[in-house]
């Protein structure tokens, strides 16, 4: 094994040590590098946890018992391979290329594995999460302001869980701009199970983020720490449908912590989901009715924000509908409307408005979520 590769393998075990990131440093500032940390006797560790201790850092027995219990060389050799086979790549603190956002923040991860390209530190990132059971509004939302955010060369991050994060991600993906999930379980587990061509297609372009190594499963108090992720890595967050106690609250909480912008995607009074955003508005977060909204807070913008449309029912089809079908089409919305409110919206007969709407479908721009409500098709937009 040559310098490099065995530098690797005790960076990855240290890593791995299920403690703090500031006492991962603190052993390796003591000892002078991983591979000497590694080969320090029991003794030399007790010494250098009552050092540490005397300097202030806490450093306590189970943090040792920790450290010793992994000083297990064959098993970290055996999680390189795995690592390698998988396609997995790992950063730590101590390498250059390890996201600036991330070292200042309380509590960073010390070690990050992920799959595919590595986050570009040169672009501008926007994390959209919201509600699991996200309505369809909240849905064609996230796809569409993602995908539009995403086709100017913005960057889209989410958590890939059900709802909002995987509609975002979609969104993105239906651009062809870059996305990547930020994942609270194993980087070599899809969670949830559903979302695995998500997970696959992501990393051609982005990729999947995460903390914990290989096998790790989706234990609940995974996700909120790795909001923190998600916040820090962001420019800004947007949050689409979220409950009155929602955690996706969590992720804004960091993110003003981190000084981030915070933005709401506001909704009905009378939704139980749009009540964690239309508060957020309330508390000073900018809502978003547009994509300008978003792009017109960062410099660069001003002239992209040109070509993106201010709405999507602002959109004129010239040419392609009759006035008929424009009027119907001009109703309709990305909150699914029943054929008869659209009877009483539009005046027209259902024989008529059957053959408008049908018209509208094989042109693929609206369709029907649920028989007889219909909504736009958000690719319209991306």
């Not at 040559?2 to 440093?25: M, V």
């Not at 055996?78 to 086979?85: A, D, L, P, S």
């Not at 594995?113 to 919201?130: A, C, E, N």
């Not at 009155?244 to 009905?268: F, H, M, W």
């Amino acid at each position: 094994m040559n310098k490099d590769n065995r530098q690797e393998l005790y960076k990855l075990w240290i890593g791995s040590i299920p403690i703090k990131a500031y006492k991962i440093k603190a052993i390796i500032e003591y000892f002078g590098s991983p591979e000497d940390a590694y080969y320090a006797s029991d003794h030399a560790m007790e010494e250098m946890m009552r050092t540490l201790n005397n300097e202030g850092i806490r450093f306590t027995k189970r943090n040792l018992d920790a450290v010793l219990l992994r000083k297990d060389l064959g098993m970290v050799k055996k999680n390189m391979e795995y690592i390698q086979k998988q396609s997995i790549k790992y950063l730590t603190m101590l390498d250059e290329s390890y996201p600036g956002k991330l070292r200042n923040i309380y509590d960073p991860p010390f070690l990050l594995y992920y799959k595919g390209v590595p986050l570009p530190d040169d672009k501008r990132v926007i994390s959209i999460v919201g509600a699991r059971e996200c309505s369809v509004y909240g849905r064609e939302t996230a796809k569409y302001l993602a995908g539009a955010l995403a086709n100017e060369g913005i960057v889209i991050i989410s958590g890939l869980a059900r709802g909002i994060d995987s509609y975002a991600h979609i969104g993105a993906l239906a651009a062809e701009g870059v996305t990547y999930g930020i994942m609270g379980c194993g980087i070599d587990i899809c969670y949830p199970v559903e979302n695995i061509n998500l997970y696959m297609d992501m990393q051609a372009n982005g990729g999947i983020i995460s903390e914990y190594g290989p096998g790790v499963n989706p234990l609940a108090y995974h996700f909120p720490m790795r909001n923190r992720i998600i916040s820090a890595l962001s420019d800004g967050i947007v949050v689409i449908e979220a409950k009155e106690k929602s955690g996706s609250l969590i992720t804004v909480d960091l993110g003003l912590e981190q000084g981030k912008n915070i933005y709401a995607v506001p909704g009905r009074i009378t939704d139980k989901l749009s009540a964690g955003c239309n508060n957020l508005i309330k508390m000073g977060a900018k809502p978003v009715t547009s994509p300008q909204d978003i792009l017109e807070d960062f410099p660069g913008y001003d002239s992209i924000m040109q070509k993106v449309s201010s709405q999507p029912d602002q959109i004129k089809l010239t040419g392609l509908l009759s006035s008929e079908e424009q009027a119907v089409y001009d109703i309709i919305d990305l909150s699914p409307k029943h054929i008869e409110e659209l009877i009483c919206l539009t005046g027209f007969e259902m024989g008529k408005l059957m053959e408008y709407l049908l018209s509208l479908e094989l042109k693929d721009l609206i369709y029907q979520p649920v028989k007889n409500r219909y909504t736009r098709n958000v690719k319209l937009f991306t």
